[in-house]
């Protein structure tokens, strides 16, 4: 299993993963993205906040994520039906 060093907003992080080094690298980008619009409109906060901030941000990204792939999938299922 690989070894990655990243430093993620001053912090540096060392893991292993089965993830390859493009996924690692999306996610990467898409933390400093995330984290550079929160920390834009922020104005003067704790990292501690801002990370807090970061992190629900992403909760909430996922959750909207998770609630359209069971709409889809929903639909699906009812389509599979209506063809059966």
Same mark, same amino acid.
């Given at each position: 299993m690989p070894r990655y060093t990243l430093n993620l907003m001053g912090l540096e992080i060392s893991f292993k993963t089965d993830a390859d080094n493009v996924r690692?690298? &999306? &996610?990467? &980008?898409l933390i400093e993205s995330k984290h550079k619009e929160l920390a834009t409109g922020a104005g003067d906060l704790s990292k501690e906040k801002l990370l807090?901030?970061?992190l629900l941000s992403l909760a909430d990204d996922y959750l909207v994520a998770d609630d359209k792939l069971k709409r889809l999938e929903e639909k699906i299922g009812e389509i599979l039906e209506k063809t059966s």
């Open positions: 690692i690298e &999306a &996610a990467q &980008a807090t901030f970061l």
